[in-house]
């Protein structure tokens, strides 16, 4: 057995540097390890290159630096921001759930109006997020938004009223929290030919031919297919 690298200590924050391209610090992510450090300071070192930039454990430095504990480090030369990306791609990413408990945590209104959202209509993330944005095409920027920490409720008493118009499907259709039904519903509730009673009655009788999809266009092709029947050629309607 042979010693490699040496493990370092200091009490000298100024001499480490972030190396540009890094992620950015997440406050949450500091503020769960500052608590954990409190409990008991598990002495993981971080890795810096020959200039003492952090390669790995930015933030074990930034809550040992507040606790104003002893930083460990271990020193490898030549190491650059591929190698940062390297090891990131290798670490468990949080989950929503994960973000969603700290920002509640941090006592974030929006994230717990989110979180009793949730718990009280049960749909997923994704959906939930489409709901309380009242969007139906969810891109990377609000789900990026909602790690950050600055996820916004567009309009909350909206939300509320098309969650419960989509689990009025429920009795007649069990994937109604299907991501793609959701989107879908959220497209239709927005069209003005579109009607939920009628669509609801319409499905009472049909519950048969609703059936799981991949896309939101062909939940609207479905449905739409749903919806007219019995309706004469020159009221059908189009919703795809």
């Not at 100024?14 to 008991?40: A, D, I, P, T, Y």
């Amino acid at each position: 057995m042979k010693q490699i690298n040496q493990v370092l200590e200091t009490n000298d924050y100024s001499m480490f540097k972030v190396l540009g391209g890094n992620r950015e610090v997440n406050m949450l992510h500091v503020k769960r390890l500052k608590e954990s450090m409190s409990v008991k300071y598990i002495t993981v070192p971080i890795i810096v290159n020959e200039d003492h930039q952090i390669i790995d454990g930015q933030h074990r430095f930034q809550s040992a630096r507040e606790l104003n504990k002893p930083i460990y480090f271990i020193k490898i030369g030549g190491l650059k921001l591929p190698d940062i990306h390297r090891l990131n791609t290798n670490t468990k990413n949080w989950t929503a759930d994960s973000f969603l408990t700290g920002y509640c945590d941090l006592g974030k209104s929006q994230y717990i109006t989110y979180k009793q959202f949730k718990e009280r209509f049960g749909f997923g993330h994704n959906e939930t997020q489409a709901l309380l944005s009242n969007l139906s095409r969810m891109g990377g920027n609000r789900n990026t938004s909602f790690r950050d920490g600055t996820f916004v409720i567009e309009d909350y008493s909206m939300a509320v009223r098309n969650a419960e118009k989509i689990s009025m499907c429920s009795q007649y259709y069990e994937g109604y929290k299907r991501r793609s039904f959701v989107y879908a519903m959220l497209d239709l509730f927005k069209n003005e030919e579109y009607n939920h009673a009628e669509f609801l009655n319409k499905l009472s009788f049909q519950s048969v031919k609703m059936q799981d999809c991949t896309t939101i266009d062909q939940y609207l092709v479905l449905i739409e297919e749903i919806y007219n029947f019995k309706r004469t050629k020159e009221t059908k309607v189009r919703f795809y």
